[in-house]
């Protein structure tokens, strides 16, 4: 079956530690997102890749590093310097056409704890 | 002002009644609109999009109004398993321009 993958569901870090979430997708979707929900937040965009080998900063990406080398995977970093690193991350995926019916897939997320 | 806003919160239902949710959004030049689930800890899923007459999926409503700037979701003879977080999703355009709103809790009692 298709859809995106993402590891782990949750991750306990401790302060001053980088990590990296991982995000696959097999639906050959050109465009992948990472997204950011805190509780009482809508959610935020930290970075998106519309082809390989190319990423934009979303409204969020202080403290965060992408890279898109392959189509299928779009992995995020968690870095030191970002201050308040615990929360649920969402990684999504879409085509233009199906952005523009505002189908954006998602994975199942995972939940990053910093101790 | 917020670029979408949803009122949180909690609507408490019984099973049957009809609810209804609106979201308002600030920027006019928003192009399509779409309403999202979502579950206790889980991934947002789309429930319906949201087309300028009004569109209809089973006991689910949704309309926009464009002169006042807001969607809206009816439900119709809530079921306990409507109990869910619903988002409003606007796009003004362009991949970075999706932007969701908080969400509105909605609880199915028995």
Same mark, same amino acid.
């Given at each position: 079956?298709?859809g995106?993958?993402?590891?782990?569901?949750?991750?306990?870090?401790?302060?001053?530690?980088?990590?990296?979430l991982?995000?696959?997708q097999?639906?050959?979707?050109?465009?992948?997102?990472?997204?950011?929900?805190d509780?009482?937040?809508?959610?935020?965009?930290?970075?998106y890749s519309?082809?390989?080998?190319?990423f934009?900063?979303g409204?969020?990406?202080?403290?965060?590093s992408?890279?898109?080398?392959?189509?299928?995977?779009?992995p995020?970093?968690?870095?030191?310097?970002?201050?308040?690193p615990?929360?649920?991350?969402?990684?999504?995926?879409?085509?233009?056409?199906?952005?523009?019916?505002?189908?954006?897939?998602?994975?199942?997320?995972?939940?990053?704890?910093?101790? | 002002?917020?670029?979408v806003?949803?009122?949180?919160?909690?609507?408490?239902?019984?099973? @049957?009644?009809?609810?209804?949710?609106?979201?308002?959004?600030? !920027?006019? &030049? +928003? $192009?399509?609109?779409?309403?999202?689930?979502? %579950?206790?800890?889980?991934?947002?899923?789309l429930?319906?999009?949201?087309y300028?007459s @009004?569109?209809?999926?089973?006991?689910f409503?949704a309309?926009? !109004?464009? &002169? +006042? $700037?807001?969607?809206?979701?009816?439900?119709? %003879?809530?079921?306990?398993?409507d109990?869910?977080?619903?988002l409003c999703?606007?796009?003004?355009?362009?991949?970075?321009?999706?932007t969701?709103?908080?969400g509105?809790?909605? $609880?199915?009692?028995?």
């Amino acid at each position: 079956d298709g859809g995106i993958t993402q590891s782990p569901k949750y991750l306990f870090r401790k302060e001053g530690q980088n990590v990296t979430l991982s995000c696959e997708q097999n639906l050959n979707h050109d465009a992948m997102y990472w997204y950011r929900q805190d509780p009482g937040q809508g959610l935020r965009l930290i970075y998106y890749s519309q082809i390989v080998n190319d990423f934009q900063k979303g409204d969020i990406a202080e403290g965060y590093s992408v890279s898109r080398e392959k189509k299928e995977s779009f992995p995020l970093t968690v870095t030191s310097a970002q201050k308040n690193p615990t929360a649920f991350y969402l990684c999504a995926s879409s085509t233009p056409g199906r952005l523009n019916t505002g189908e954006l897939f998602f994975g199942e997320g995972s939940r990053l704890t910093v101790l | 002002r917020k670029e979408v806003e949803q009122d949180p919160g909690p609507f408490n239902v019984p099973e @049957g009644a009809t609810v209804a949710f609106n979201c308002t959004y600030s !920027n006019s &030049a +928003s $192009q399509s609109f779409f309403w999202y689930r979502q %579950d206790c800890r889980k991934e947002p899923k789309l429930l319906m999009s949201v087309y300028s007459s @009004g569109n209809e999926d089973g006991r689910f409503t949704a309309q926009l !109004n464009r &002169a +006042s $700037q807001y969607i809206s979701l009816l439900i119709r %003879d809530s079921k306990l398993s409507d109990s869910a977080t619903y988002l409003c999703v606007v796009n003004s355009g362009g991949y970075q321009k999706v932007t969701f709103g908080t969400g509105t809790k909605l $609880q199915v009692i028995p």
